[in-house]
């Protein structure tokens, strides 16, 4: 079992930066993926970022270049920068790995993004 916890939510002004938190309860040298999705009310839960345990990261279109993924090895973190935040990234972020065959999820952090 593997246990993750997101952080970092909140509510921030159209243009605003947020950085989001996971802590991750193995090594992330041990997961095959890892990334951030997100859902919006009303909406099913879409792909943000994902990377692979030794690959690139890609992202979603719609955050290309606005959002940056990043992780601590070290600390078994996963972090989301969001910059120039738009009201159409409002909704739960969760973060996931993939660890032995199965998927693992945070239980969500809100970020709602005023225009």
């Known amino acids: 079992q593997v246990q993750l916890v997101e952080s970092g939510g909140g509510l921030v002004q159209a243009g605003g930066s947020l950085t989001l938190s996971c802590a991750v309860s193995?090594?992330?040298?041990?997961?095959?993926?890892m990334g951030w999705y997100r859902q919006a009310p009303g909406k099913q839960r879409e792909l943000v970022a994902t990377?692979?345990?030794?690959?690139?990261?890609h992202y979603t279109d719609s955050v290309q270049g606005r959002f940056t993924f990043s992780r601590d090895n070290a600390k078994n973190m996963m972090y989301l920068r969001m910059n120039s935040l738009k009201s159409e990234d409002t909704g739960v972020y969760f973060c996931?790995?993939?660890?032995?065959?199965?998927?693992?999820w945070g239980q969500g952090t809100q970020v709602t993004v005023s225009s």
């Open positions: 996931k790995v993939e660890w032995s065959g199965d998927d693992y």
């Open positions: 193995t090594s992330l040298f041990s997961v095959n993926s």
């Open positions: 990377a692979y345990r030794w690959g690139s990261t």
